[in-house]
């Protein structure tokens, strides 16, 4: 029979396989020092060399010259200031074209006359006058016409604060 032999357990934190760590040869930094040594010098050279102030150079002496003086500038010979004095100016400025057409804004479409009289029912709580049209089988509910974009949107806002959703502005031709 064969003997069976149990190894122990490792201990926490032991290896199980052998280092074979060389230990590396300390000496002495000389590269490092002569570095350091050099950054050192350096700096002292601007700290003490560069801030002190050197004396100010002396003025070479110039010959003495007299005094030139400048020829007189001649008068310019134009005469555009005084002609445009007298010009007039016409400009043309066309008149604005306004739009022929209002602004609209439709808020529903609907196939019963019903349904059109109750949404113009609703606007009219809000203070608001709109009118149904037939257009075909259809009753649109339309308020307008508006001179600016922006009466239209104020009204859609005030709308939209009652739950009257859908409303739009049109541009109608």
Request: aromatic content about 10%; proline content about 8%; hydrophobic content about 35%.
């Amino acid at each position: 029979m064969a003997k069976v032999t149990r190894r122990k357990p490792a201990k926490r934190g032991a290896s199980r396989r052998p280092t074979n760590r060389k230990k590396s040869q300390q000496g002495f930094p000389y590269i490092a020092c002569f570095v350091a040594l050099l950054l050192i010098a350096f700096i002292g050279y601007f700290v003490f060399g560069v801030s002190k102030p050197t004396p100010p150079a002396k003025p070479k002496k110039a010959a003495v010259s007299k005094e030139e003086t400048l020829p007189v500038m001649p008068e310019p010979e134009w005469d555009y200031v005084d002609i445009l004095k007298t010009k007039e100016v016409t400009v043309e400025i066309p008149e604005e074209k306004k739009p022929t057409t209002p602004y609209q804004m439709q808020c529903g479409s609907f196939r019963n006359k019903g349904d059109a009289e109750s949404l113009k029912a609703k606007i009219a709580f809000q203070g608001l006058a709109s009118i149904v049209k037939k257009t075909g089988n259809w009753y649109r509910v339309i308020l307008g016409p508006y001179e600016r974009k922006r009466l239209a949107e104020k009204q859609r806002h005030k709308l939209q604060r009652a739950k009257i959703n859908g409303c739009q502005i049109w541009f109608w031709r």
